[in-house]
């Protein structure tokens, strides 16, 4: 049977009002709290104090000179807040910090900590805290959501968990403290803290940047005490089928765990309402028995479907579940949930294809960095949505470092996919050196984080291993825990293309690069990382961060030339600099000699990279590409390698180049056949466009010109121009290519401007590394540092809200790659704050109108208070810098002549 939608469809169902009217009346055996221990911890070093749990968990310890802390927090952070280091990440501050001692630019967690490093003790975190007298039946529940790595539990004086017990950093626990706890009385929770080993399952930081001397030891998870009845609930997960691909049913399936805290069996029921309908099963728990329960076949008619960012909305539903023993409340548990199916299969040419509500999708997505030393900064993770979306990414993917819970709720909220699973390159690849203890804490951290997030709509999937598969024993434990826990998507064994016995083929691989390629690698090669299959890791290389955030992060006698201390603010091992980038940058455009050139240059290299790295898998969709996630989205410190956005917020060249090549109706050219095609991201089809493409050479020749009509159907690539071979005829010039889409009423959706060499770069793929495919012969465009100048005008409107500018080219010659910036009073270029469009070429006569928005809650995070004190600031490459100030409600017109 199938009701309309919101109306209840079950068989232990009676109607929803009515259901909801039973359960608000249901009497509370105990009312369910969570109280986060958030404030008022002290920590001090097992080394200074050579402390005692037993004594220590009681109140009147002496805390004299110890740190005060706000949980979570790694130990090192907590010695940041607290001012004992001079800013670990500006220049090479890392390195005066005691234990910081191993060798630049090697993985830190495969290395013992250093004899004297302070980190080899125990670290404790102390908190005093009171909580309520109370009647009977009651519960308490002390709950840990994540320490690194091992640690000892202490409450009012008893040993509550030890580190035998206590050992993953990726485990959650929940210890009954009901017998230990004082009610009305003041109660002492003291936790001694061990660091990782190297042959612990720890936190890394691979090659990303350095690692803390910590290496991230301590409370790094928030810690609370939750109450309950004798019955605790956890963990509900509601699922979802579609009977066909209409989605005008869906088939829902709910899955909760309830556990028995006493020593005796309990019979109760579980009961609820899931998306409007009303549900009830009894359930009998033994002595301390842990059961999941399942509700299976509920179908609703009409159901507010969950999607995507940008093809559709992504609404959620909300379930709530509740024990009830005799009538009375034991627990309840409310989660928010979409409506949506997730699955995979591989292609006819073994590519990894997802479809989401039986819609195939092309994963366009980066990878995720969370602070080095962990701190959470809810702030600034919304800001960074805010800049996903901006460049109409529909996926992060989390190697390791599993977020949030505010970070998931975000990505439920706004529809942006996740995909997560382990990390590489430490004791969790380094299987051969596993005994039985370390398979025991794997699957156990693999049960408590799967848990957690699997009702989240945002997860797509799971990978059980990142630069390789896991042996057939790990692979099968795995797979055990996740059929166990009714993970409902993906799960890919590892995020390369290796084959397991276990899973067969993985429809991934992982092939690089990770080092600069020139633009035209992405759809000449067809063995490495090239437009085929699912990339799920790749990159254009380096990421330069502007002369703002440079002057943020390296200290004054080192911002130029480069040295050994912007070295240090690349990666490591592979990536300790970045040399090839600079090479090329040389080979190609020639040398640069001022800080000011060398970031114009290299901000259109990191545009144009994304750009086309982005385009060339858009391009391929479905035909021979399923998916591609840069490496990286984000850093974890100030970095010059590896972002769309730096580590302060600031969007520059890649995250514009990725913008424009993720436009959700686009055209762009091909590097490989001097073909156009028009690229249509959305659910819908776009009919009757016209695309117009036009050649010239670097003296503004016209060579090519020529307009088409086209019918985009929904989510497709569609060839529309062949640009002829001979019009690039003379092998040593340089081109430029202006694309140009209107829609059926005339409107300008799409524009796009490359600069193109007559031979494009061959590559040398006999010398491949796992960093990148060098060049043979590098791209020759020199030609371009000698553009003659030319004046640009420049008029600016603050409308309070938004600012609009307008670009005009009033003479007779190219002005190439402008880009505007956002600057506040002092000449300090705003993070945050982004523009639709960017980066951009004016043929003379033509004009261009960029706009940026101005949230009110941007600003005030900025610390600006005048949104009429901000200035524009111009630059290109032939164009002499010019800021226009101040910023009012009417227009204002400076040209490179006048400066400011």
Known sequence: MMLPRKAPVYSMVVSRLCALALLSAVPVLHAATSTPLKLGWTVQSDCKIHGDGASLSLPGADTKGWYTATIPSTVLAVQVAAGEFKEPYVGMNLRNIPGTSYPVGENFSNIDMAADSPYRCGWWYRKSFEVPATGANKTSWLHFAGINYKADVWLNGIKIAGSDEVQG???????????????????????????????????????????????????????????????????????????????????????????????????GKLEGTVAGIAISQPVTLDPSQSKSVTFPNLTIASPHVWWPADVGAHPLENATLRFVIDGQLSDEKSIRFGIREVVSELTTKGALLFKINQRPILIRGAGWSPDMMLRDDNEKLAAEFTLVHDMHLNTIRLEGKLETEEFFNLADEQGVMVMAGWCCCDHWEHWDKWDANTLKVATASLDAQIMRIRSHSSLIAWFNGSDNPPPANVETAYLNVLKQDAWPNAIVSSATGQKTAVTGESGVKMTGPYDYVAPSYWLTDTRYGGAYGFNTETSPGPAIPSLTSIAKMLPPDHRWPQDAVWNYHAGSEGFKDIRVFNDAMTATYGSA????????????????????????????????????????????????????????????????????????????????????????????????????????????????????????????????????????????????????????????????????????????????????????????MTALASLPPTNVTATAQNTGSSIHVRLSNPSKKLAFQLSVELEDEHGNKLPRITWNDNYIELLPGHAHDLTAQLPAETLKALGIKDASTLKVKLEGWNVAPITISPLATVNKTKDSGTGE
């Not at 590097?671 to 670097?698: C, F, G, K, M």
Request: proline share 6%; aromatic share 12%.
């Open 593 to 780: 000699t001022t800080p000011e050139r060398y970031n114009l240059i290299a901000q259109s290299m990191a545009f144009d990279g994304e750009r086309a790295m982005f385009e060339a898998y858009g391009r391929n969709k479905y035909t021979k590409t399923t998916g591609v996630v840069q490496w990286m989205l984000s850093n974890a410190w100030p970095s010059s390698i590896w972002h769309l956005y730096d580590y302060y917020l600031d969007a520059a060249g890649g995250f514009y180049g990725a913008r424009k090549a993720n436009e959700l109706l686009h055209i762009q050219y091909s590097y490989d056949d001097h073909s156009i095609w028009v690229v249509n991201s959305l659910y819908e089809a776009a009919p009757q466009l016209t695309a117009t493409a036009r050649v010239y050479d670097l003296g503004l020749k016209e060579l090519f010109t020529k307009s088409n009509t086209l019918d985009a159907a929904s989510d497709s690539s569609t060839k529309t121009i062949d640009i002829p071979q001979d019009v690039f005829a003379n092998t040593s010039g340089t081109y430029l290519v202006i694309l140009e889409l209107k829609d059926a009423k005339g409107k300008i959706v799409s524009t796009n401007s490359y600069w193109v060499p007559g031979k494009l770069t061959e590559f040398d793929f006999a010398k491949t590394n796992y960093t990148h495919t060098p060049a043979k012969t590098p791209e020759d």
């Open 169 to 267: 950093a990726y485990r959650t626990y929940d210890f009954n403290v009901s017998k230990a706890l004082k009610p009305g009385h003041e109660n002492v929770l003291a936790v001694e803290t061990f660091a990782p080993t190297p042959t612990d399952l720890g936190i890394n930081w691979v090659d990303w940047n350095p690692c803390p001397p910590d290496k991230d030891m301590g409370l790094w998870g928030a810690v609370s005490l939750r109450t309950s009845g004798p019955v605790v609930v956890r963990s509900p997960l509601v699922t979802t089928h579609f009977p066909d691909a209409s989605l005008k049913s869906a088939e829902l399936t709910v899955h909760a765990q309830v556990t028995n805290a006493t020593d005796h069996a309990i019979s």
